[in-house]
């Protein structure tokens, strides 16, 4: 009997010691950082981990009801596979409060249902990709304009204030750039302009575009609409202007990265990139983080840093408000009302969407992207 | 536009011959597939990478990038390869992957994974006739190929060191007793495989004007591999056209059938390729002692 006995204290104890962590609660409200660390769009994660430090350092000079934050890490790689296996890492941890992240809309699609099963609120920073909120996830958050709003911009840039009809679109073969491809393809419909070409390439993998290059030459095209990252978007400007390519690119919102200059070079002036946060905001609010954030980095924010800024402040607003487990942080999180971050005014629609977000143009001149304002649409 | 895709597939594929030469060299002479290849030279053109962001001449930054490249080989040989030498075919291509995983790892480490600008000062003039666009820097580099395989070849043939090599790759045995030092040739081969991967990985960032820590194992092993299969492996002449036959293939169907399939037909190409001629175009020359 008292074997048994024994083996029962055991067991209980053991059970006590594997299920430690999710019965006390700790003194901070713990959340996760995922995004790509490695790997071509590594520039990206890190600049969502930075904003995201740099937020948890002003709060905790003061604190939360008392508590500070804190957040481990996940690398995705930008691989939809590779960040299904960090969100089941992410959903077993019961002390993690809401997750931020994916960079990728392909990551963010392939992992959402395990967040879904552990109730875990995902907030992305940067997703872009019209279809998530149509999926009907209740747990899912982004904080940027989608695509429909961006690649509209795009392609209303291109035709209106630019004057050009003849184009031609390249996109990276995953979520992201199909969706935006498919946005520009019924915009252009809309307007009745025929596409000219319409080609793509492996982002991560592919260095060598002389083939889609060579190919829109042949179309006379005047605008190419690039659907991808930085470093795509500077290498295949760089391979066009050696090939001549004469065509203007106008990209979305990933090649908004000051890397993409440092990459591409002289081949990058005149590349225009929609964004939906101002490098060269001059407003006070605006001013003040680009200004603390480049001190610290030695590197300009963009779009991931500081949209993932804007989210830690915002979950800081809705757990004050009360969303201090997953199910109200979930309901708190769309009760925000006309919440003002570095990024604009974020209020969340029922799908998890933010309709108020504004876009903005930049254009490289002389080494540096400049803000301009659009007047003909 | 067949003949911009013609001078685009030669470029290209010239720049994986370059690659290949070193590839197939190794394996001509060792019977190693050496998955550690690219990995390998990646960080020898990171070193160069590096010498040049220290404002060194470029000539002291390539051959700074070379030396790495030939003395990691040598560790590497001693340290991963020698152990397994007599151990079967797979378990040194096993440690070969093994050693590319952690090359790989030191240039995270080192560099991280981001694509860097890599300018050496080696010019790429654009040079149009008609609509047609050409780089001078291709045809260097198709140049620098074929050289490097003549002189590879003439080494080997020519030379007592050459004869050594030639004698150690029909029979490591045989050879020894013969007194030739085994154990120091080998070593050669490994670093000599690497510094020429150096060399061609070099050209081939200052070809894309950039370098990332994809240009050893997904732009270097497995195009080198590829171009080798279907070239004959262990052929020098083989490793030259059938890189050229692999970048022509890849442009000629990015161009007429499509960009977002295009590995997967260059892939079909290849194993219909592979059932027809399985040793090659041009099986190595290199003759077995009966």
């Known amino acids: 009997m008292k074997r048994v006995q024994v083996i029962i204290v055991l067991t209980v104890a053991f059970a006590f010691l594997i299920c430690g962590p999710a019965i006390t609660f700790g003194q901070n409200i713990k959340f996760a950082v995922v995004s790509p660390m490695t790997g071509d769009s590594a520039a990206q994660g890190i600049q969502i981990k930075n904003g995201a430090t740099l937020a948890v350092d002003e709060i905790n000079a003061k604190g939360i009801k008392g508590k ?28 993690l409060l809401f997750v931020l992240g994916h960079n990728n809309s392909g990551c963010s699609i392939s992992a959402l249902p395990i967040y879904q099963k552990a109730g875990l609120p995902l907030i992305s920073p940067t997703n872009t990709n019209p279809t998530i909120t149509d999926m009907g ?53 809309q307007l009745n302009i025929p596409l000219l070409g319409n080609e793509s390439f492996v982002p991560g993998v592919d260095r060598d575009y002389s083939a889609q290059v060579t190919k829109f030459k042949g179309t006379g ?63 006070p609010v605006q ?28 979950v800081k607003k809705a757990y004050e408000a009360g969303g201090t487990d997953r199910p109200s942080l979930i309901q708190k999180l769309h009760e925000v009302k006309a919440f003002q971050g570095v990024t604009g005014t974020i209020e969340f629609d029922a799908r998890g969407d933010v309709p108020g977000k504004k876009v903005m143009v930049l254009v490289v001149k002389n080494g540096t992207f400049n803000t301009i304002v659009p007047t003909k649409y | 536009m067949f003949l911009q895709y013609l001078i685009n597939g030669i470029s290209i594929g010239s720049v994986y011959a370059l690659i290949a030469i070193g590839y197939n060299m190794v394996y001509g002479i060792l019977e190693l597939l050496n998955f550690a290849h690219g990995d390998v030279y990646a960080v020898g053109c990171f070193v160069t990478l590096a010498l040049i962001a220290a404002k ?3 000539v002291v930054a390539i051959l700074g990038g070379f030396a790495a490249g030939f003395l990691i080989n040598l560790i590497v040989e001693r340290f991963a390869y020698r152990p397994v030498r007599y151990s079967g075919r797979v378990t040194p291509t096993i440690s ?109 960032c200052a070809y894309y004007e950039s370098i990332f820590l994809g240009i050893g194992f997904m732009l270097g092993t497995m195009k080198a591999w590829m171009s080798s299969i279907v070239g004959g492996i262990g052929s020098l002449k083989g490793a030259v056209i059938g890189a050229l036959i692999l970048g022509l293939t890849e442009s000629f169907v990015s161009g007429y059938i499509s960009t977002a399939y295009r590995d997967a037909f260059v892939w079909g190409f290849f194993i219909v390729f592979v059932l027809i001629k399985p040793r090659g175009l041009f099986p190595a020359q290199i003759s077995e002692k009966v």
């Open chain 1, 137 to 189: 996830y209740k747990n899912y958050f982004r904080v940027i304009a989608n695509d429909d709003l961006i690649v509209e911009q795009q392609v209303l840039l291109a035709v209106k204030e630019l004057g050009l009809k003849k184009p031609v679109v390249i996109w990276e073969n995953t979520d992201y750039g199909k969706g935006m491809r498919d946005v520009a393809l019924r915009k252009l419909q």
């Open chain 2, 96 to 204: 070969a992957v093994g050693i590319a995983y952690i090359m790989r790892n030191v240039i995270l480490l080192v560099w991280g994974p981001e694509t860097f600008a890599f300018e050496i000062g080696i010019k790429n003039t654009h040079v149009k006739v008609g609509n047609i666009v050409f780089g001078t820097l291709q045809i260097y580099i198709l140049l620098i190929a074929i050289a490097l395989m003549v002189l590879i070849q003439l080494l080997l043939k020519r030379t007592k060191q050459g004869q050594a090599v030639l004698a150690i790759s029909q029979s490591i045995p045989t050879a020894a007793l013969m007194g030739i030092p085994v154990n120091r040739v080998i070593a050669a081969v490994y670093g000599l495989g690497a510094g020429l991967g150096v060399l061609g990985g070099i050209l081939f």
């Open chain 1, 287 to 314: 001013a003040a983080f680009i200004k603390k954030y480049t001190g610290l980095y030695k590197d300009a924010p963009g779009e991931w840093s500081s949209h993932a800024y804007d989210i830690v402040y915002l």
């Open chain 1, 68 to 95: 500070k934050l804190e957040f481990i890490v996940g690398d995705d790689m930008a691989n939809p596979n590779q960040a299904t296996i960090v969100a089941q890492k992410f959903a077993a941890d019961k002390t």
């Open chain 1, 221 to 283: 095209c005047d605008v190419v609409f690039f659907m991808g990252e930085y470093t795509a978007g500077a290498l295949f400007a760089k391979q066009g202007k050696n090939l001549g390519l004469t065509a203007q690119i106008v990209a979305g919102s990933g090649c908004s990265n000051p890397k993409l200059i440092e990459i591409a070079g002289t081949a990058a002036e005149g590349f225009y990139a929609l964004t939906t946060f101002d490098p060269n905001d001059k407003r």
């Open chain 2, 56 to 58: 060194q001449n470029v």
